[in-house]
Each structure stands twice: as structure tokens, then as C-alpha cells.
């Protein structure tokens, strides 16, 4: 039921499955059985003809006898008692119808071969009738007992035949077993399996090959979909990523838009209150007053000169910046700008340290670099602080590293310190002109010449903050060393 069913819902190219033993076994024990009982035909008639043939020849050889003793002065009875033997019977038949001997008898069977003469020569037999029979029953008997013979051979033949061909079948489609496990093999998970077959030049080998082709291919399209779906899920996840990055930085904008508002609006609306002042003092008003509030204009006029230059540093950083390329002594240009910082705040104690490094850079921006770490510094210790600067080098990388004795910066805000418009209340305020913008604008600069700006926390024992400026060194010099004037 289960195989009609089968066949019934089977495609009409489908593939046909018959049992290929069942097949080659049965269709050999058939043409082996045919030809057996051809064969058995064949030596059957040809027994048959032999036999009677032989037959045929001792009876003639018997007649040539026979007319050779009927010329001899004997009786009748022996001539019959002479002449009979070997299969053969004689009769002699007088003129007068007197009977000696006798003849075989005829059944169902084949009958038997006769030769008859009359005597004319000799004494006593002259004109009698001489019959000479061979009886053909040994014959039968004997291809009787042949014909069982050769069946039971033939079926032996075919058993044994059977036996061994069953044996040598299934030997012969071992590779087709090998090819149905390996198949099962694989579709369980061993994908590396393969047949690998000693000779491609008969016909299970050929197979095997096509066979292995046939999964190299199979696994080369497996592991092509298996690329592209992890190429596509690590685009999926690259898009979420990009989309969620995109999100941030809209969101990062909106709030540095909103702080770069709030900030500016601080200086815009001093200058709006000094202005008013100064209009409504009237011509009357007290020179002194006068002055100081035309220097508090000035100030709060650079205070947010220097927050839109800031602002508009960070977005050529964020356009990409255009680098000059020339070789910079940074122990120089420490030097020039811990010159600088004693002009500004003379109380300071400024240390610079290390040894002339050079860098392949942009001058002006480097320049910026530190100047922006020294206010930072200078901003946080208070105009009686302490500043170290040290240039060296450190692997494939110089360094500079800016270290003060302020009150430091936490370990949680290393990190923060370096976002835009973040001010820590240790470090700064808006009282001391700082836009919370320096570090952004330095780590940015330091970046874009391939290095990094990193915030660490001081030695064991000393306080403060320490920021440190990696810059990849040149491989081969090209440029001529760009040594920053001294500050007079």
C-alpha cells in the first residue's frame, strides 16, 4: 500500500528506482537459465543422434555379418543363436513360414531400428527371410538418465551462480553504499567528508568523482549563502550602528547648537548691558566709571570673539582639515609657549622638560595644541601654580605631556573632559574666559595628525592633572625643521 501510494504521488520525470541487485542478479540467473536449457537441448539431440547412429552401425555391421554366416552350412537356430547379442535380435522366417527367433516388441516409446535380407547363397538357409533388430530402449534409457542429469547440474549451476552473484553484485555496488552513507553522512553535519576514488576512469569512479564535484559545489554555495548572510546581517548591523550613531550626533549637535547659544548669549548680553550703561551715563558721567565700562565692553567683545573663533575650529575640524606638512621641534615650541604663559601669569612656576623631537606637522596647529593645554592648566592651578612640560619620545611616537598641580580631574570625567562645552567646576568657569572648548579643539587638532590626547591621573603622592599628546614620528625626513620664534 505504502509503495502504490508512493507511485501514485510520484512526479512523471521522476527518477526510476529499481533495486539495481534485484535487477542484474535476476536478469543473469535468467539468461543463465535460458542458456542451460538450450544446452540441455542441444546434448539431448545430439546424445539422441549420436546414439542412433551408433546403433545404425553396429546393426550394419551385424547385416555384413550375417550374410557373411548365412553362407555356411548351419541351421537356423544357429544362425539366430550366433548372430543375436549386444542389443541386437534376429528372426529367421523359412519359405515354408516357419518362425526362428524373435524381435523386440514395439511400445510407446522409440521404435526399434531394423534391416532385413533375404539369404540367396549358402545350404541350409537359402531363401529364408533374416530380420535384424537393435533395441532402441537402452537408448531412451540412457537419455533419460542424461536428461536428469543435466537438470539437476543446470539447477546446481544456477544456485551456485546465484550465490556467487549475489556475493559479487553486492561487492560491485560497495561504492554506491559508500556514496549512500556518505550522503547521510553529510546531510548529519560532516560536510568535509568526500569519496575520493582511486581510478576516475570506470564507471563507479566516474560517479564518485561527479559525486564529489557535485558537493565541492554544494558546499562552495553553502558557504557562499553563509557569507552573504553574514555580510548581510553585519550590514544590517553596520545600518543600526550608523543609524544610532546618526541619532547621537543629531542629538550631540542639537545640544552643542543649544550650548553654543546659551554660551554666546552670556557675552552679547554683557555687551548689551555695558552699551546700555554707557548710553544712559549722559556726558555728565564720571570719566572713571566712563573707562571702566568701556573695558568691560572690550572684554566681554574678545570673550565671545574667542568663542566663535573656537566654534569655528571645531568646525573645520569637523569639515576636515587642511594640514601643512613640516618638520616641528616640539621641546622649541614647548619652550615658546611656557614663555608665553609666564607673560600672562607671571606668578606661575613653568618647568619645561625632555629633549628636541621632531614631528612632521602643521605648525600652527600644533602651536594651538599646547597653547590650549597651557590655559587649560593655567585656568585650573590659579595664578600661583605649578606647570611641567616634557617632550620625549616613546616608542614610534613623541610625546609631550602637560602636567599641573591643580585639583586634578576625576577618573570619571578623563573621558568627558574632551567633549564640547564641558566645563568641570575644578577647572574652570565661565568667570575665567574659558569656552569649554579648548580640549575639543586639541584633541581634535592632535587627531587629525594621526595621534591622541589622553587625560591621566598623576604620579602616586602628587595631585593634579596630566594630559599627554602622542604624535607619530616621521619615517624619513623631508622637510626642513620648523623652529617656532622665541617669545619675546
Known sequence: MIRRRRREGARPDALRTVSLRRRVTVSVIAVLGVVLVALLFLVDEVFAAQSSRDAQAVLNDRVRTAQQVARQNITPEQFVLRLRGRGVQVQVVTPTGEVFGSLPE????????????????????????VTLAADTTVISDAQVRLRRVLIATGIGALVVTAAVLVFTVRMALAPLDAMTSLARSIAGGHRGRRLSPSRTDTELGRTAAAFDDMLDALEGTERQARAAEAQARSAEAQARAAEAQSRGSEARTRQFVADAAHELRTPIAGLQAVADAVLQSGPDADPDERDRMVLLLVREAQRAGRLVDDLLALAKIDAGLELQH???DLFTLANNEAERTKLLAPGMTIEVAGEPVEVVGDPQRLTQVLANLMDNARQATGPDGRIRVTVGRAGSFAEMVVADNGPGVPEADRERIFDRLVRLDQARDRRSGGSGLGLAIALGFVRAHGGDLTCEAPPPGESGAVFRVAIPLPDIPTQPVFRPPAVS
Open 106 to 129: 514395439k511400445n510407446a516409446g522409440t521404435p526399434p531400428l531394423t534391416r532385413q535380407f533375404v539369404v540367396t547363397t549358402g545350404r541350409q538357409l537359402v531363401g529364408d527371410t
Open 326 to 328: 613640516e618638520r616641528v
